[in-house]
C-alpha cells in the first residue's frame, strides 16, 4: 500500500497544551508522525509518495474561507502584536450564553470576529489545545495536500492508500479549528471523491474521540454517510457532540451514525461496533470509504480509556477491506508514541489481507505493543 508523507507537518512543532487552564507536556507532537514514518519504512511494504500541491479551492469547499485566512496570518499578527509567546491560544471564547436573550440579527452583528489574535483564536477555535505556532498554517495545509492526494492514489486504481496525515482533521468543522485539528483531510477528502466520482461516500472514523467536526460539515448532506465509534461525549472530549440520537437532519437524515463506548471498552466491544458500523456503511451505494484513523483507541494511550490491542487493528484493518470498497486511510489520533508505528503497520497490514508479525521480542519495550 502506497503511503503519502510530508516533512512539512516538523514545523508545527508544539511541546506544550494547556488542560483544564494547566500548561502540560503536548500530546499531539511531530515524534508521532515520526514513528509511524520509520515503522512503515522498516516494514518494507509499504513505498511511500510526496503529497502534491492541490490548492486552496478543496479546503473552501468545505471550510469557511475566514478560518483559512485566520489560520495563515495568525502568527504573523501574534508577531505583529509583539506577543512573546510560544503559541497562540485563546483568550477568550464567544460562549453562547454571552448574547442569550439577543436577536439572531443583532448577535451576528455582535459575535463578530475581533481585530486582535487572542479573540481571533477564540472566534475560530473550539479549546485551548489546539496551540498554533509559525509552522502551523504550512503543516495543516500539507496535511490536507497528502489527504488529497490519497485521494488520488485510489481513484487513480489503488485498492486503498494511507495518508500519513498531521495536524489530525476530524474535529475541525466548517468554521472552528480545536481538538488538534486545524482543517479537516477527511471531510476535504470525502467532497473531493463526492465531486470527482458523482458516487456516495461513507466515512468510518475509528478515532478514540468523536470527530464532531465531520458530523457537522456532513449533518444535511445525504450524500456523505458519517458512521463514528468513540468515547461516550458523557466522559471525553469533546463532550457536547457524539451521541447516538445524532443522526443528521434534513437531505442527511439517518446519515449520522455515532457509537458511543463505555470506558474500558475492549477488543470485543470493539469489534461489535465495527460490524455495525460496516454494516451502515454497506446499507448504502458507494465505492469508497474515507477511514479516520485513530490509534487513541489503545490500550496504553494516555488521553483515551479504552483498551484496544495491537492485534485488533490488524483485524479492524481487515474487516474494512473486506467490504470490498475502495479505501481512503487518513491518519487522526494516537498518542502512546512507543506503540503507534506498530498498531499502524498492524491495521494497514491487516488492510492489505497480509499477515501482521510483531517485531521480535528484542524490540518489545521500544516499541510498546501489549500481547493481545
Ligand atoms: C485528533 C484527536 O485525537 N484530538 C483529541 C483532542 C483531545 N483534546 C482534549 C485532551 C484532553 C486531555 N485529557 C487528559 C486526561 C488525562 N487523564
Ligand atoms: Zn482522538
Not at 281 to 309: H, R
Not at 311 to 333: C, I, P
Request: glycine content about 12%.
Amino acid at each position: 500500500m502506497q503511503v503519502v508523507y510530508s516533512p512539512a507537518h516538523l514545523g508545527h512543532d508544539i511541546t506544550v497544551e494547556t488542560f483544564m487552564g494547566m500548561p502540560i507536556p503536548a500530546n499531539e507532537v511531530a515524534e508521532r508522525a515520526e514513528k509511524i514514518r520509520w515503522a512503515l519504512e522498516a516494514d518494507g511494504g509499504f513505498p511511500f509518495a510526496a503529497p502534491t500541491d492541490h490548492g486552496e479551492a478543496p479546503i473552501t469547499a468545505v471550510h469557511d474561507p475566514g478560518l483559512v485566512r485566520f489560520l495563515e496570518v495568525a502568527w504573523s499578527e501574534v508577531r505583529r502584536q509583539g506577543l512573546v509567546r510560544p503559541f497562540l491560544s485563546a483568550d477568550t471564547y464567544p460562549n453562547r450564553q454571552m448574547f442569550e436573550g439577543m436577536t439572531p440579527e443583532a448577535v451576528s452583528r455582535l459575535a463578530r470576529e475581533p481585530e486582535q489574535a487572542a479573540g481571533r483564536a477564540g472566534f475560530w477555535g473550539l479549546d485551548t489545545a489546539a496551540p498554533l505556532v509559525a509552522g502551523t498554517y504550512s503543516a495543516a495545509r500539507a496535511a490536507v495536500d497528502v489527504a488529497l492526494t490519497t485521494v488520488d492514489l485510489v481513484l487513480g486504481g489503488a485498492t486503498s492508500a494511507y495518508g500519513l496525515c498531521r495536524p489530525p482533521g476530524h474535529h475541525a468543522a466548517r468554521s472552528m479549528y480545536g481538538g488538534y485539528c486545524f482543517f479537516n483531510n477527511a471531510a476535504i477528502a470525502a467532497e473531493a471523491i463526492v465531486r470527482a466520482t458523482g458516487e456516495r461516500v461513507a466515512i468510518l472514523d475509528v478515532d478514540y474521540h468523536h470527530g464532531n467536526g465531520t458530523q457537522q460539515i456532513f449533518w444535511n448532506r445525504g450524500d456523505v454517510r458519517y458512521v463514528s465509534i468513540h468515547a461516550d461525549p458523557d466522559r471525553a472530549y469533546p463532550y457536547f457532540l457524539g451521541r447516538a440520537d445524532e443522526v443528521g437532519e434534513g437531505a442527511g437524515a439517518g446519515e449520522n451514525l455515532n457509537l458511543p463506548l463505555r470506558g474500558g471498552a475492549a477488543n470485543d466491544d470493539y469489534l461489535a461496533a465495527v460490524d455495525t458500523a460496516l454494516e451502515a456503511i454497506l446499507a448504502v451505494t458507494g465505492s469508497v470509504i474515507v477511514v479516520s484513523l485513530g490509534f487513541d483507541t489503545y490500550g496504553l494511550d494516555p488521553i483515551g480509556d479504552f483498551a484496544l490491542t495491537t492485534d485488533v487493528y490488524h483485524e479492524v484493518g481487515r474487516r474494512v477491506a473486506a467490504t470490498g470498497r475502495r479505501l481512503v486511510v487518513l491518519q487522526e489520533g494516537g498518542y502512546h508514541r512507543p506503540s503507534l508505528g506498530e498498531n499502524a503497520r498492524a491495521w494497514l497490514r491487516g488492510a492489505e489481507g497480509r499477515a501482521f508479525d510483531p517485531l521480535p521480542a528484542a524490540g518489545f519495550g521500544d516499541h510498546g505493543v501489549v500481547a493481545g
